[in-house]
């Protein structure tokens, strides 16, 4: 009978998405600039509650506004129609499938890129890429999943999804995807649709 050996080879497809995905979040939102993007988020959501006049609790107000949590973010990911190629550039979305569509949509997905262990948020942008959802990556020295928990209340949130509502939240969320705010130092925009392959 053959020996078999228990060692373990690589996977050739795993190793492009893992390379993409770090180069991914190398260029991510971290000091002055995470700072200044979560103050200027934090402003939004005090104008928007304000602006709402809900009697609701503050924090099912912000359950409302947005999808915290992994587990959440990635319910509603897949409850979303996958985008075709056609349809990310001319933004239809037509429903062609038999079961019922979700009536959440995510704008955007603030992902904490040094969570640990880090396979909690692996499949995100995978999954947000094949949805056209942008994910913005931010670190704050290890402490990146504290900072985004600071905007919801709560002490730590890996994953935060702002839902769509057409609040003001929605207006600043979409110009940092558009680039108008919050430049890298090299001019880049760190909020983009990402194609893992």
Known sequence: MPSRSRTKTPKKDGDNSNSSIASLENNCYEGERLTNLLQSIRREIQSARH?????????IWLKQQFSIG???????????????ELERFTELSPSRSNHKASSVKLQAVLV??????????KHLPSLASSRSVPLIFVRD????SLRLGELVQLKTAMAIGIKVKGST?????????????????????????FDVQ
């Open 141 to 144: 020295n290890k402490q990146g």
């Open 169 to 193: 939240i929605n207006k600043i969320v979409q110009e940092i995807i558009q680039g108008d705010r919050f430049k890298s130092p090299n001019g880049q925009n760190s909020a983009t649709v």
């Open 70 to 84: 992994v587990n959440d973010v990635t319910r509603i990911l897949e409850r979303m129609n996958p985008c075709t």
């Open 51 to 59: 602006l709402d006049g809900s009697s609701l609790p503050e924090k």
């Open 112 to 121: 904490a890129s040094d969570c640990n262990p880090r396979w909690l948020t």
